[in-house]
């Protein structure tokens, strides 16, 4: 960690008393630059750390990932893996570690960040003191945070089950933070065990064995002393496992038992067995194998690796042998059927795949995609391709179910529908028309999306690739509600507008301008409903639908596609413009549905790590971005190290890209991020002036003409105070237009 990262002790603001404050290594970091210390921490038999700076450690530690890793983060499963990498690479650099101790380090970090967490419920929570003041890194928005989770009845419920849990410890011990391998140096000074009644007893031999030392250390860990200076075993329970201890030494002694692996003094005296976790008596860390050594097998004998796959080539054989008869006799029953069958003047289809002694016919171009000795004709495909979706009927078998459109994998950009992976035995499709019977049918891949096939008409789905036939057969649709069963050749003039035709057409709009009447008329001309437009321009594909773009011409609610189409036109404004300070992010990477979705969370903050380390010379980001189905713009100041928020419904929110935000800020300044004096990104939300708006679905609208006046404006001024920028008023009709008449030209270019 830098100095600056550092916290001074700090003091309730209630009292003048002094207090402690926050460890930050400030003594340790100049006991090693005046006496020229070499950082060096050791490891012991077990592979945990140990040695005369083992506590330095420890604190240097605490110190390195309390101030990393969000105290709101659930556990230390869904932190950030770049995030541990950062924290890793300060130790190393710091104590001259390998890697091959990278493990154990984030192990130990992991309970550091817990304890802290646990310290802060039990000095501030409880107490109603404020961390703020004391942990300067603890912003006030995390701390309400903190608080209010610690205090829901869910985490009542979890420490409740904790507490419980822990009132089975029936030996407590007393070895504080330092653990067994500090307090083992102690006691070859002072053993507590010479001090105990009945201690005399003992054999000092066996007291100092390899064999019996964890089970003696177990007692020393639960010994105190009075005020005498005497030590004692506080506990009645403990104090009958030592007096076990010693009968069953007497046992070694004189023969009469032998103790085998962790079958040990300990164990019986304990009455309970080692479990496969931690060893009893050693510390945190070390497992059963690495105390007692690796167990024996419980077989009379042991089979070599030579003999097991001896006896596994014995067992294909004779499987193989066993199917191929069966298939023998398979095909001489299917052989004679098909002769007798030619015979009487029958003949059927299934006869065409046969060659002449039986086999499946190699110059056969089959329906499937996946059948039998073909290639996956389905994941070569270049361009999107029509094709009819089917399913498994149980009687009928392969049913099909829809149209649709087939789009090819994207290797690059990954393939994801609705950020979720498409598995590798699937396919991405449109679903264009279903057929009407199949309307409430479920999907083959369900999704949380759609339920139905019906539902999913005119959206982007997973389908088996074995189910997916490529060319489009006719499909009766005459049944399917709202069928257009006009002849394809007619085509319609637009009408003017405010017309009883226009009215009634599926992508009227009483305020279309000429662009969008154009990108209408187009529309229609074509017969496109159902259709899905591919946008291609550096990088990822955007695959935008008819619905899509029905919804931009009624100025309803806008899809991800939308947004991202005019994020591109915003760009080729950049550039004609000579502007190159902007760089854009893409919505569909920011998409957190709720705070638990941790790989999205994860996802988001990867993306925007890579993206503003991609970007760290640029002074802007725009990043159209949708929580809770409504649409906002934030701004990245880069030169600020500032999110500005426009929403057009301005209020506090629970911004769930606050944490991605965070880490990425951390992981972005060390390969050469602008840091300006902050240790996270600024957010400034309410307190951002922009248009409001009236209506309740049109949020894309008002953040299109944001990131629009966005660019202009910082043409005009590039030191513009964004808090005041944009204003509060109300947009007028035609400012709406203006954008959409933008993004309808530049779809129609580029796309149509």
């Given at each position: 960690m830098d100095d600056e990262d550092n916290v001074p002790s700090g003091s309730s603001s209630g009292s003048n008393k002094k207090t402690r404050?926050?460890?930050?290594?400030?003594?340790?970091?100049?006991?090693?630059?005046?006496?020229?210390?070499?950082?060096?921490?050791?490891?012991?038999?077990?592979?945990?750390?140990?040695?005369?700076?083992?506590?330095?450690?420890t604190i240097y530690l605490g110190?390195?990932?309390?101030?990393?890793?969000?105290?709101?983060?659930?556990?230390?499963?869904?932190?950030?893996?770049?995030?541990?990498?950062?924290?890793?690479?300060?130790?190393?650099?710091?104590?001259?570690?390998?890697?091959?101790?990278?493990?154990i380090v984030l192990e130990k970090a992991a309970k550091q960040w817990r304890d802290f967490k646990g310290k802060l419920t039990k000095n501030f929570l409880r107490t109603g003191k404020d961390p703020c003041e004391v942990y300067h890194f603890i912003s006030r928005e995390q701390w309400e945070i903190y608080k209010t989770r610690r205090q829901s009845e869910e985490f009542k419920a979890i420490s409740d089950k904790a507490k419980k849990s822990q009132q089975h410890n029936e030996h407590v011990h007393f070895l504080g933070p330092s653990g067994y391998r500090a307090k083992r140096t102690k006691w070859s000074i002072e053993d507590p065990?010479?001090?105990?009644?009945?201690?005399?007893?003992?054999?000092p031999s066996i007291l100092s064995s390899d064999r019996s030392v964890r089970s003696y250390d177990w007692v020393r860990a639960?010994?105190?002393?009075?005020?005498?200076?005497?030590?004692?075993?506080?506990?009645?329970?403990?104090?009958?496992?030592?007096?076990?201890?010693?009968?069953?030494?007497?046992?070694?002694?004189?023969?009469?038992?032998?103790?085998?692996?962790?079958?040990?003094?300990?164990?019986?005296?304990?009455?309970?067995?080692?479990?496969?976790?931690?060893?009893?008596?050693?510390?945190?860390?070390?497992?059963?194998?690495?105390?007692?050594?690796?167990?024996?097998?419980?077989?009379?004998?042991?089979?070599?690796?030579?003999?097991?796959?001896?006896?596994?080539?014995?067992?294909?054989?004779?499987?193989?042998?066993?199917?191929?008869?069966?298939?023998e006799i398979m095909n001489t029953k299917l052989q004679g059927m098909f002769h007798h069958l030619k015979q009487i003047g029958l003949s059927l289809p299934e006869d065409n795949f046969l060659d002449d002694i039986g086999n499946p016919r190699q110059d056969i171009v089959r329906s499937s995609c996946q059948s039998v000795g073909e290639q996956d004709h389905i994941s070569e495909l270049k361009t999107p391709t029509l094709c009819r979706l089917c399913v498994i009927d149980m009687v009928k078998g392969r049913v099909v179910v829809a149209r649709g459109t087939v789009f090819p994998s994207n290797n690059e950009g990954g393939n994801l529908i609705h950020n979720n992976p498409i598995a590798p035995q699937n396919i991405r499709v449109s679903v264009d028309d279903v057929v009407p019977e199949f309307q409430q049918a479920p999907l083959p891949v369900p999704c949380n999306e759609h339920e139905t096939i019906g539902n999913a008409e005119g959206s982007f789905v997973q389908w088996p690739k074995d189910l997916v036939m490529l060319g489009q057969d006719p499909i009766s649709l005459e049944n399917k509600k709202g069928h257009d069963k006009r002849s394809k050749d007619v085509v319609t003039k637009p009408e003017s507008k405010g017309s009883a035709t226009q009215k009634n057409k599926g992508l009227g709009d009483e305020n279309s301008t000429q662009n969008c009447r154009s990108l209408r008329y187009l529309l229609e001309q074509s017969n496109a409903k159902g259709t899905t437009f591919t946008f291609e321009q550096d990088g990822e594909p955007i695959y935008v639908t008819y619905e899509d773009v029905d919804q931009f011409l009624k100025r309803s609610w806008l899809n991800i596609p939308i947004l991202e189409i005019f994020s591109k036109y915003i760009g080729k404004l950049c550039k004609e413009l000579n502007d190159d300070r902007f760089a854009f992010m893409?919505?569909?990477?920011?998409?957190?549905?709720?705070?638990?979705?941790?790989?999205?969370?994860?996802?988001?903050?990867?993306?925007?790590?890579?993206?503003?380390?991609?970007?760290?010379?640029?002074?802007?980001?725009?990043?159209?971005?949708?929580?809770?189905?409504?649409?906002?713009?934030?701004?990245?100041c880069l030169d600020e190290s500032v999110i500005y928020v426009f929403d057009s419904l301005r209020r506090e929110r629970d911004i769930r890209l606050t944490t991605p935000a965070r880490t990425a800020f951390k992981l972005y300044v060390p390969?050469?991020?602008?840091?300006?004096?902050?240790?996270?990104?600024?957010?400034?939300?309410?307190?951002?002036?922009?248009p409001q708006q009236e209506g309740g679905t049109e949020c894309g609208f008002f953040v299109m003409r944001y990131m629009y006046e966005v660019v202009k404006l910082s043409q005009k001024n590039p030191n513009i105070n964004w808090k005041e920028g944009l204003g509060l008023r109300r947009y007028l009709k035609k400012e709406i237009n203006e954008v959409r008449e933008l993004w309808a030209e530049y779809f129609t270019v580029e796309c149509l």
């Open positions: 404050g926050p460890t930050v290594c400030k003594k340790l970091k100049k006991r090693i630059e005046n006496q020229n210390l070499e950082c060096q921490i050791n490891f012991d038999e077990y592979g945990q750390p140990c040695g005369d700076m083992l506590k330095d450690f110190s390195v990932v309390r101030f990393q890793v969000d105290i709101n983060l659930e556990s230390w499963d869904v932190v950030n893996q770049g995030l541990k990498d950062v924290i890793w690479d300060d130790i190393k650099n710091r104590w001259k570690l390998d890697d091959s101790r990278k493990k065990i010479a001090g105990l009644e009945n201690s005399e007893s003992l054999d639960r010994t105190k002393k009075n005020d005498k200076g005497e030590y004692y075993i506080p506990n009645s329970q403990t104090k009958e496992v030592f007096e076990k201890m010693g009968e069953l030494q007497k046992q070694v002694v004189d023969g009469s038992w032998t103790p085998k692996g962790h079958d040990d003094i300990l164990s019986r005296a304990l009455g309970r067995k080692e479990h496969g976790g931690r060893v009893r008596g050693v510390g945190g860390g070390a497992k059963i194998k690495d105390v007692f050594g690796p167990g024996k097998s419980k077989q009379s004998g042991v089979i070599s690796m030579d003999e097991l796959a001896t006896i596994t080539q014995e067992i294909t054989k004779k499987v193989q042998k066993e199917c191929d008869e069966k298939l893409s919505p569909s990477r920011l998409v957190i549905n709720h705070k638990r979705e941790y790989n999205r969370i994860e996802d988001a903050t990867q993306y925007m790590t890579q993206f503003l380390v991609a970007n760290k010379d640029k002074r802007f980001i725009i990043a159209p971005y949708i929580q809770d189905d409504h649409w906002m713009l934030l701004l990245f390969q050469g991020g602008k840091r300006n004096n902050r240790k996270e990104f600024l957010w400034s939300h309410t307190d951002v002036q922009c």
